[in-house]
């Protein structure tokens, strides 16, 4: 539905984004995620037309977005982290004009107005002045904007900045809904919200991607995946099986206990389990169960982002 080849954006020296590419299908939900700065936004400005990229394509249903710049936006919504609007118009008089931007038919503007709005939860506001709402409610006239004629391919960038808990949830539930039959890239740095909506993800660090895939695969990442040994002994057995296991450079902790103790390592490779659990028998110890632990999204992301900086 959307592919990025090789973008790369520079602003004077710095160059903001690197050679970013990705796919993303219909029917799923991609969390594009970043700390402050890693070049998230300039990718956005990019995918959606607003920025030309000094080198690199992006192609939306198979229209390049610079060659075929209205055919391909055609296919796009875009909803921007700080969506610029006109703060004198009420929320109906903003997306009428948008609609009409988007080439929607005159007939059929004020329905795609209202099925736009109902979906993000804004019909409440819309005969109100855009410049007396709160961050809030401005996020939801954009996200109604972003999906006026029902785009194959949304691009949110920060959608649920400045929503209260409520409307975070409902605009979670959105998203997944809209999942089952379009294509989205959501932009965010809030870990929770890709778990709730996301089935992959793209992790970008200056301006580079550092890894992607399924969630459960970037859990899985080198060195994001433990070990988890249970077994029963003494303690001068527990600190050998310790010291070895660090000796074989699996970083392990040690939980002891009167009864079952815990021994966690990191999974350097495929046998690495296999290994940890042969070290403690080699110790002495007497085996409960074995097994891997994921590390938790937020664990794999810190590590992913401070890995690769200078």
């Known amino acids: 539905m959307i592919e990025a080849v090789e973008l790369t954006k520079s602003f004077g020296a710095i160059t903001a984004v690197r050679g970013v590419s990705f796919q993303v299908r219909r029917g799923e939900a991609v969390g594009f995620l970043g700390p402050n700065g890693a ?15 000094h080198s690199g394509s992006v192609r939306v249903l198979g229209a390049d977005l610079f060659e075929s710049p209205l055919e391909a936006k055609r296919q796009l919504g875009y909803m921007a982290e700080n969506a610029p609007m006109y703060p004198e118009l009420t929320g109906t008089h903003y997306l009428h004009y948008r609609a009409e931007l988007r080439g929607i038919p005159r007939a ?30 401005r996020q939801r006239l954009a996200l109604s904007d972003a999906l006026l004629g029902d785009p194959p391919v949304l691009l949110l960038d920060e959608p649920t900045a400045g929503l209260d808990p409520n409307q975070v949830l409902e605009t979670r539930r959105l998203i997944r809904e809209l999942s089952a039959d379009h ?47 249970q077994v029963r002994g003494d303690t001068q057995q527990l600190e050998a099986a310790l010291q070895n296991m660090n000796q074989h450079g699996l970083d392990a902790r040690l939980e002891a206990t009167d009864q079952i103790s815990t021994l966690e390592f990191e999974l350097l490779a495929p046998g ?26 937020d664990e794999v992301f810190a590590r992913l982002t401070q890995e690769h900086q200078p």
Not at 41 to 53: D, I
Not at 112 to 135: C, F, N, P
Not at 277 to 290: D, E, K, R, S, T
Request: with cysteine.
């Open 272 to 297: 690495s389990l296999t290994e940890g659990v042969q070290v403690c028998l080699q110790a002495g110890l007497q085996l409960v169960q074995a097994g891997t632990l994921t590390a938790p999204l």
């Open 39 to 53: 070049g998230k936004t300039t990718t956005f400005r990019m995918l959606s037309g607003t920025l030309a990229p």
């Open 108 to 137: 059929e503007r004020a329905q795609a107005v209202r099925q736009a709005a109902a979906r993000a939860g804004a019909t409440e506001i819309l005969g109100q002045i855009i410049g007396q709402l709160s961050k809030g409610y």
């Open 183 to 229: 294509a989205i890239i959501l932009s965010t740095h809030v870990l929770s919200e890709v778990e709730a909506t996301c089935q992959r993800a793209i992790v970008i660090d200056r301006g580079r991607i550092v890894a992607q895939g399924s969630l459960d695969e970037l859990k899985r990442h080198r060195g994001h995946e433990r070990g988890r040994v």
